[in-house]
């Protein structure tokens, strides 16, 4: 068995979270080990160097004795990307690649980072057509499906098939407070799917809104997609586990970083 000693760390930068892993390449046929992936809110993300090295030494490793090979980036928030590539230049000695669009067909030139990085990440994990609900602090459909006419070079083998782009959760709980007078502010942390559809008593009704309106949406998007496609559905995303349960969907945790390394695969 041929022996790969490559290091990857792949970085999600959210309007609300960053999320790092490291991928061990261990063979160049088994699937690679994804060590210690951590998502910290940009509210405690602090100087990212410090926040980088502790990560070093949670995955064992340090820039000079296990050397990072690349280091993958999506980012949707792009007054951080020359503060990221400067200080990951420090400490790795190498400049980060950033993702965009390019590298699906027929996608729109403004199409997210981690959106894009979504769809390669749901196709190589579970084929075409697949369907990608990212839960993040906007809530996004998209779907890549199969492409029609040539393939294109260092392109995946589906094609964009469109998208829908939400206000997440909190979002939305954030604007009912804001633009009214006598609505508190509610989170969204701790809401369970056991509360009552219908609340007896302000809080309450906010609550069950979250997450019953929520879950009544994307179902009924769910439905309405399928009736063009029959695509694979994953979940991804900070709420997306609560909502995976509840429609009976794949749920995974760390589809954007596994999409960043899949890009990675494809450019060696």
């Not at 990951?88 to 030139?109: E, H, N, T």
Request: aromatic share 8%; hydrophobic share 40%.
């Amino acid at each position: 068995m041929e022996c790969d000693d490559r290091k990857i760390v792949c970085i999600d930068i959210g309007n609300s979270a960053t999320s790092i892993g490291l991928f061990d390449v261990v063979t160049v046929r088994e699937p690679p080990l994804l060590a210690n992936p951590q998502r910290i809110s940009n509210k405690k993300l602090g100087d990212i160097k410090s926040w980088l090295l502790p990560i070093n030494r949670d995955f064992r490793f340090t820039p000079t004795n296990d050397k990072v090979s690349a280091v993958m980036i999506a980012s949707v928030v792009p007054e951080k990307n020359e503060v990221f590539r400067c200080v990951i230049q420090g400490v790795y000695g190498i400049a980060p690649k950033f993702v965009d669009s390019s590298l699906i067909k027929r996608a729109y030139s403004e199409l997210g980072a981690d959106r894009v990085a979504n769809l390669i990440g749901g196709y190589e994990k579970f084929g075409l057509p697949v369907c990608v609900i990212d839960f993040g602090s906007a809530i996004t459909i998209d779907v890549l499906k199969q492409a029609t006419g040539k393939r294109q070079k260092a392109k995946v083998d589906g094609e964009y098939g469109g998208g829908v782009i939400l206000p997440g959760v909190e979002m939305g709980l954030k604007v009912l407070h804001q633009d009214t007078s006598l609505l508190p502010e509610v989170s969204f942390v701790g809401t369970i799917r056991e509360l009552p559809l219908l609340g007896k008593s302000t809080i309450e009704c906010i609550k069950s809104s979250s997450y019953w309106g929520e879950l009544c949406r994307i179902q009924g998007l769910i439905e309405k997609i399928k009736q063009d496609l029959n695509p694979k559905i994953v979940c991804t995303g900070g709420a997306g586990e609560l909502f995976a349960k509840a429609l009976g969907l794949k749920y995974e945790p760390w589809l954007t970083l596994w999409g960043l390394y899949f890009i990675w695969k494809k450019s060696v």
